[in-house]
C-alpha cells in the first residue's frame, strides 16, 4: 500500500517570503499522481496543484511551485511572495495511475499547518 | 458550473442515536462520490466511494454505512453511533469525463458524539 508522510507539522513563514513545504511518498509504481490540498480555517479542502509522475516538468500554478523528485519519492511545494491568506492545512496526497477511469482514491499525508506572520 | 452541498454543517449526537449526512452535486452527471473523516489533528481517511447509483465500496469496516439513491446524491448513515465516530467529515466527487483524478470537495460536517 502506498503512504505519504509530511513530516513537519507546523511551519512559519514571514508575509512575502518563500517556504517550502516537504512530502515524501513511497509507492512501487511507476505511474501515479501527487497532490496538494490547503484547507483553510473554513476547512473546505482546495486543491493547489497536482503533478503526474510522467511529467518531468514541475508543475506550477502562479505562486505555487512543486520540487518533483520521482527517484527519491519526494514532492515538495514551493509558495513564493507568501500572503496572508495562505495561511492554512497542506496536505500532500498520492493517486495511482490504474484504473484512472474507476474511483479517484487518494492517500493523504498527515498536514502541515502553515502560518505566515507579518 | 459544478458544486457540491454537504450538510449538516455541524452535528452534536448522542451515543447510539442515528446519524444521517447528506451530500449532492450539481452541475454534472455520474460523479463518482466519496465519503472522507478526518480525525483531530490527522490527515483525511476515505470511509467509501461510489462509482454509480446503488454502488457502494466500503474502504473501511466500521459502524458506518452509505447509500446512493441518486445518481448526485451521496447519503452517510449509521443505526447507533459511537464516541469513535466523532471527526469532521467530507462528501468529494471526481468527473467521469476530464481531469477525472481531481478531487472536489465539499464543505464538511463537524460531527460530535457525546
Known amino acids: 500500500a502506498q503512504t505519504v508522510t509530511q513530516s513537519q507539522p507546523e511551519m512559519s513563514v514571514q508575509e512575502a517570503e518563500t517556504v517550502t513545504l516537504s512530502c515524501t511518498y513511497d509507492?512501487?509504481?511507476?505511474?501515479?499522481?501527487l497532490f496538494w490540498y490547503k484547507q483553510p480555517p473554513s476547512r473546505q479542502m482546495i486543491l493547489v496543484i497536482r503533478?503526474?509522475?510522467?511529467?518531468?516538468q514541475n508543475a506550477t500554478e502562479n505562486r505555487f511551485s512543486v520540487n518533483f523528485q520521482k527517484a527519491a519519492k519526494s514532492f515538495s511545494l514551493k509558495i513564493s511572495d507568501s500572503q496572508l491568506g495562505d495561511a492554512a492545512m497542506y496536505f500532500c496526497?498520492?493517486?495511482?495511475?490504474?484504473?484512472?477511469?474507476?474511483?479517484?482514491?487518494?492517500?493523504f499525508g498527515t498536514g502541515t499547518r502553515l502560518q505566515v506572520t507579518l | 458550473s459544478q458544486t457540491i452541498h454537504q450538510w449538516p454543517a455541524t452535528l452534536v449526537q448522542p451515543v447510539g442515536s442515528p446519524l444521517s449526512l447528506e451530500c449532492t452535486v450539481e452541475?454534472?452527471?455520474?460523479?463518482?462520490l466519496y465519503w472522507y473523516r478526518q480525525a483531530a489533528g490527522r490527515g483525511l481517511q476515505l470511509l467509501f466511494y461510489?462509482?454509480?447509483?446503488?454502488?457502494i465500496s466500503s474502504e473501511v469496516p466500521q459502524n458506518l454505512s452509505a447509500s446512493r439513491p441518486q445518481d448526485r446524491q451521496f447519503i452517510l448513515s449509521s443505526k447507533k453511533l459511537l464516541l469513535s465516530d466523532s471527526g469532521f467529515y467530507l462528501c468529494?466527487?471526481?468527473?467521469?469525463?476530464?481531469?477525472?483524478?481531481?478531487?472536489?470537495f465539499g464543505s464538511g460536517t463537524q460531527l460530535s458524539v457525546l
Open positions: 468529494a466527487w471526481t468527473p467521469r469525463d476530464r481531469d477525472r483524478e481531481k478531487l472536489f
Open positions: 509507492t512501487s509504481e511507476s505511474d501515479y499522481y
Open positions: 503533478q503526474e509522475a510522467y511529467k518531468q
Open positions: 496526497a498520492y493517486r495511482s495511475a490504474l484504473n484512472t477511469g474507476t474511483a479517484s482514491k487518494l492517500t
Open positions: 452541475g454534472t452527471s455520474n460523479p463518482n
Open positions: 461510489s462509482v454509480g447509483i446503488g454502488q
